[in-house]
């Protein structure tokens, strides 16, 4: 059920405003340097990016896509001020940070939603040093995707907190779906692509579909990435220099290691430290298991950066804070799980109404297929209709013929099948991105698109759209995603989870293969705390780090030990902005110490 729409807000059928004409042009997000207790405006707008040879009408933040990033100094303060000038009601999340729940940004839960022209102001603190983002919490698979994001850095108390690196580069990594040179139609009344997600198929870094960057010979450089996807799976990586892990979600990681790629899932943020040893052209790139993008091309200097700091980066360090975590998890990763979380899709049966689908395909295999419904055994997903009767006929009067299924009037006899159509559930080349990517990057040799989820050459991770069709016409409606608590049994917002500031709960995150499309989920958990992953899929994380956002994918267990500190109404959920908008989520309650429940 569609709840009943508020003044101000689209009208179903009708569509979001798409003309760019008169609006001023996105430009690039300033750097804010905020002291403790300073206060700004944070202005809500449409504004005109420029996207190739074509125009189109996007959201900023303050006029730029991506939105300021905000540098704040640990355990300070600030006044955000947010002025709502966009297409719809909104709020503002501060992804990551543990802060006052009256400030999380959830509609009708921890605020009233910001009507068109009206304002709200936040006050927001930073206890935790590292890299955090800003985005909408309503109808985000159209705001977030229209350009609604920004970076957070908090610099830590602690000088030394980081190893030591010239420079900071921070990067959002994102997707946009143009057809026509336009932005892919939304619909104000529901979301779609509620099955995959909706890709893109022009990669936006920092905003840009074709971002250069420039650096020195032996300059250490430290990239800071936060993926603002709605679906995508990045893998970064940044073939000709060396690459160093420092930082995830919540800080710095247990130990820096030498690394040579990174994946990131929708939110994650992972900070690296790259070493250009010498000049030359390199190119940050997204791979996937088939194809490489570029995501920045990289042009290196022979100019020498001073002073060089090539030796501190040969150094690997050590957090003593997560190695004293790492001292208690033997008996974690022995403890019963105290919550366990079961991921899982019902999927309708995409067909027109009154006519019974007679074949079933596997949209990801289109050579399985089926006359029952059933599912895939490569994949484990739903078999959907792929072909629907147009004809029925008496086989004792073929003269009596229907477009209905139904009885011979003649004879009383089922009428059988005679013609059929087929529907658009056959796979199809995905929608990739091929924006500025050079020929030679397209090794689409075998898009053998795992040819067993979680086990084959995917890693249990989707990496691009591979039906379609489908997939655009998959609604909340035909398509709910569960978050189902094996415990009680209930699902999503009925799911009732209670824990106390200063509780630690091992959560299990269990993504069944016994489900209509298995997929991976990014699971976030808002300001409550923070949490260290434990385990995936028995093993233990071998190296720790606070995070608000596990990527779990296809058919995996990933538990994960939660450290309760803020009380309020809290959310957690999947982060692809579809899966959420059709119901992958719940709130639960943290009390605080000392109070009754
Ligand atoms: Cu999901």
Redesign the pocket.
């Known amino acids: 059920m569609q709840p009943p729409i508020p003044p101000g807000q689209p009208v179903p059928g009708e569509s979001f405003p798409t003309d760019p004409t008169g609006l001023p042009e996105a430009t690039r997000p300033a750097l804010l340097e905020l002291a403790d207790g300073e206060a700004f405006d944070l202005r809500i707008g449409a504004v005109a990016k420029r996207m190739g040879d074509t125009t189109v009408r996007m959201l900023g933040y303050n006029g730029s896509i991506p939105g300021p990033t905000l540098k704040v100094q640990q355990d300070s303060e600030v006044v955000v001020h947010v002025i709502n000038e966009g297409d719809l009601e909104g709020t503002v999340h501060w992804h990551g940070l543990r802060l006052d729940n009256k400030y999380d940004g959830v509609p009708h839960e921890t605020q009233t939603p910001i009507p068109v022209g009206g304002e709200f102001t936040y006050r927001i603190r930073f206890p935790d040093p590292g890299l955090y983002w800003y985005h909408p919490h309503i109808r985000e698979d159209y705001t977030q995707e229209m350009g609604l994001y920004g970076n957070i850095l908090v610099v830590p108390s602690d000088p030394d907190y980081w190893p030591p690196a010239q420079r900071d580069v921070l990067l959002t990594l994102d997707d946009l779906l143009l057809e026509d040179g336009k932005i892919a139609p939304f619909s104000p009344a529901e979301t779609t692509y509620t099955a995959m997600g909706r890709f893109g198929n022009v990669l936006l870094v920092a905003g840009e579909p074709d971002l250069s960057l420039a650096a020195k010979s032996g300059e250490v450089v430290r990239l800071w990435l936060t993926n603002t996807a709605n679906t995508r799976v990045f893998n970064v990586q940044l073939p000709g220099a060396r690459m160093k892990l420092v930082g995830g979600d919540s800080g710095r990681v247990e130990h820096t290691e030498f690394v040579s790629e990174v994946i990131l899932a929708p939110s994650e943020r992972t900070v690296v430290d790259v070493l250009f040893d010498r000049p030359g052209e390199l190119e940050l790139q997204h791979r996937t298991p088939d194809r490489a993008y570029r995501l920045a091309a990289v042009t290196v200097t022979g100019e020498k950066a001073a002073p060089s700091l090539a030796d501190q980066f040969q150094t690997l360090r050590r957090a003593p804070e997560l190695a004293a975590e790492r001292q208690a998890l033997d008996a974690w990763l022995e403890a019963p799980p105290d919550k366990t979380l079961a ?1 899982i899709a019902e999927m309708d049966d995409i067909t027109a109404p009154g006519q019974g689908p007679v074949v079933y395909a596997c949209p990801m295999h289109p050579e399985v297929s089926s006359e029952e419904p059933g599912r895939c055994p490569k994949c484990g997903m739903k078999l959907l209709a792929t072909a629907v009767a147009t004809s029925y006929t008496c086989p004792m009067h073929p003269e009596v013929t229907s477009d209905q299924p139904g009885r011979c009037p003649e004879c009383g006899m089922k009428l059988l099948v005679t013609a059929l159509a087929s529907q658009p559930a056959g796979r199809e080349a995905p929608a990739a991105p091929d924006a500025h990517s050079g020929h030679d990057h397209h090794r689409e040799a075998h898009h053998h698109h795992g040819e067993d989820h979680g086990h084959g050459d995917s890693g249990g991770i989707e990496w691009e759209d591979d039906m379609v069709a489908v997939n655009r016409l998959t609604t909340p409606a035909n398509m709910r ?1 569960m978050l189902v608590d094996r415990t009680t049994g209930a699902a999503n917002a009925a799911i009732d989870w209670h824990f106390t500031e200063g509780d630690r709960v091992k959560i299990r995150l269990v993504n069944e293969m016994d489900s209509d499309h298995p997929m991976h ?2 699971f976030h958990l808002h300001g409550a705390g923070r949490f260290l992953v434990l385990a995936r899929d028995g093993v233990a994380e071998p190296n720790l780090v606070w995070k608000d956002t596990v990527l779990v994918r296809t058919g995996q267990t990933v538990d994960i030990l939660f450290d309760v500190t803020n009380p309020g109404l809290w959310m957690a959920h ?1 982060h ?1 902005a579809e ?1 959420m908008q059709s119901g ?1 989520m719940f709130s639960f309650n943290v009390a605080r110490q000392g109070a009754a429940r």
């Open positions: 991921l995603w989920h990014p999947c692809i899966h992958m």
